[in-house]
């Protein structure tokens, strides 16, 4: 069965989810006052706001979306993350490292995605 699903607030379970596309990591929006106020305040204190509040927040709301897959140990399906900085960014095996298993992982051009989906 196909289906369109957001990938937040929306619970499918058994076989009638296969597939969750995450097309951006989700990381924080800087701009907004609380995220602002945040950051502005880990900075005063000496911290990296980006290593120390956004990238861990980005990384728990990673493994929530993929957790909307992975429910029980019987579960399988794709994950497919569509944002490059997975794979260029030094963060990105953070992003890797937080998915249940790193023993099917493959790394596909967007041609090759639509064959794996068949």
């Keep these: 069965m196909e289906q369109l699903l957001f990938w937040e607030g929306v619970d499918v379970q058994g076989e009638n ?34 290593m120390d509040f956004q990238l861990p927040e980005a990384i728990i709301k990673f493994k929530q979306g993929v957790g909307r897959l992975i429910r029980k140990k019987t579960d399988s399906g794709n994950i497919f993350i569509l944002d490059n900085r997975i794979l260029k960014k030094r963060y990105g095996s953070l992003f890797i490292n937080a998915l249940p298993s790193q023993k099917n992982i493959k790394i596909l051009e967007k041609d090759d995605i639509i064959e794996e989906i068949e």
Aim: hydrophobic share 40%; aromatic share 6%.
């Design 17 to 50: 989810l296969s597939n969750v596309i995450i097309t951006k990591l989700p990381f924080l929006v800087p701009t907004d006052p609380v995220v602002s106020a945040i950051s502005k305040k880990i900075e005063e204190d000496g911290g990296n706001s980006f």
